[in-house]
């Protein structure tokens, strides 16, 4: 008994102390730093093939997402607005993101996970090559307001970045190739597969009457859209939620297609104990008020995806029994993940 104490206070030290320093000083094992493909789920659309993942091209990727030096004022980073307790959404005091000066954004920070199975990232789909997604919100004027090539500069002088360049590729040389596909490494192992659904799934735990319930009622009202496994067909669609004071189309943003006004990707259901606010603007703040758009405050609106034409109606009973559905896909092993923990 004691000596396990001594072993949790000297693994808490050590990993305190690992924090604190520039490079981590922790070999990988290559199964650790692996991408996965959880049994059952389809091929990733972003493989890591020409961009083979290795743990000291991650943990530069790793220490990018964390860099403030990426922001023009070096106030914000990736993970400003991506926080890991939250399931890398910005969590519950924005309901859209704020950036450098606090200028406020139109649409909420998404969590992120399970990224590489996406073909279009975004709430509209602006970006399909999850490489190329940094340069986004990094030269963005009320994000972090920072021109692609000034944030190489100042990465290409930091001697920290130098040495961390020189691990990953043998030397100094930034490019933004590099950077970006760093990036992507750190970004595309954020995978979510431990909640209890896929427990249950893989026949290491069983669900409870409610959650059985509520998976049958996923299963006839949710599911045609919030696809299992991944809770998501990633696909761009109209919910019904009314438009908002920022008039945001949406989709039509990006493909000028006026059958695409006011669609949105439609979000994975992992995760929300940690994500709210809910929807593309940050509009609901409880899952009882999206059951309770579903049900009753789908608005008629241009492109309402004929599913939802009629709304959903759900009982209390239905409802109750999906909110315990939903919270088997919370996945506490991912927001506790060491691998993605901020590092400076
Ligand atoms: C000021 C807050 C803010 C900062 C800083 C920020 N993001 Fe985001 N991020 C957002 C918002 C808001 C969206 C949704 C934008 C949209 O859909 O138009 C988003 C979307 C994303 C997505 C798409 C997720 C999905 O499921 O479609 C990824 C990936 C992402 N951000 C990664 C990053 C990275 C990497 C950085 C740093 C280089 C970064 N973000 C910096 C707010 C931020
Ligand atoms: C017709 C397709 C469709 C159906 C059916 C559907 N949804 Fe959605 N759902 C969407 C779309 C699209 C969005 C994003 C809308 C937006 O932000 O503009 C969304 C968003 C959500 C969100 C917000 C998630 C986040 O991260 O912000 C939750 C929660 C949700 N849906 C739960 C449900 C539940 C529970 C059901 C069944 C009762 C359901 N949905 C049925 C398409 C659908």
Redesign the pocket.
């Known amino acids: 008994m004691r000596i396990w104490i001594v072993y949790i206070v000297l693994f808490v030290l050590i990993s305190c102390k690992r924090d604190a320093e520039i490079i981590e000083p922790v070999s990988s094992t290559p199964d650790t730093y692996a991408p996965v493909i959880p049994a059952g789920w389809p091929n990733p659309v972003y493989d890591f093939t020409g961009n083979e993942v290795t743990y000291d091209k991650f943990t530069l990727g790793r220490h990018l997402f964390y860099e403030p030096m990426l922001s023009v004022d070096s106030t914000v980073s990736c993970g400003s607005c991506h926080m890991q307790t939250f399931g890398f959404s910005n969590g519950p005091s924005h309901a859209v993101s704020h950036g450098v000066n606090d200028l406020v954004g139109k649409r909420n920070s998404?969590?992120l996970f399970n990224l590489t199975w996406q073909t279009k990232i975004m709430w509209d789909g602006g970006v399909s090559n999850l490489e190329n997604q940094p340069i986004g919100p990094i030269q963005n004027p009320i994000e972090m307001n920072l021109s692609l090539g000034n944030a190489l500069t100042r990465i290409a002088a930091s001697p920290k970045y130098k040495a961390l360049f020189e691990k990953a590729y043998g030397d100094t040389v930034v490019t933004s190739q590099r950077f970006l596909k760093a990036f992507a490494q750190f970004m595309g192992l954020m995978v979510s597969y431990n909640s209890k659904y896929d427990k249950v799934k893989n026949g290491n735990d069983v669900f409870t009457t409610a959650e059985n319930n509520g998976y049958a009622v996923f299963k006839s009202?949710?599911a045609?859209?919030?696809s299992e496994p991944l809770f998501s067909d990633y696909t761009f669609?109209?919910?019904g939620?009314p438009v908002n004071s920022y008039q945001d189309s949406g989709r039509y943003r990006i493909t000028l297609d006026p059958n695409d006004i006011y669609k949105?990707k439609?979000?994975s259901?992992r995760n929300?104990a940690f994500?709210a606010p809910?929807?593309?603007d940050g509009r609901f703040n409880t899952?009882a008020q999206?059951?309770n758009h579903?049900s009753m405050g789908i608005a008629p609106m241009q492109n309402l995806?004929p599913?939802?034409s009629t709304g959903?109606p759900?009982n209390n009973q239905e409802k109750s029994d999906?909110l315990n559905f939903?919270a088997t896909l919370n996945d506490y092993t991912f927001i506790n993940d060491t691998r993605f923990k901020e590092i400076h």
């Open positions: 998404p969590a009202k949710c045609s859209c919030h669609r109209n919910n939620i949105f439609v979000p259901l929300l994500s809910y929807m593309h899952l999206v059951l579903y995806d599913l939802l959903i759900l999906l939903l």
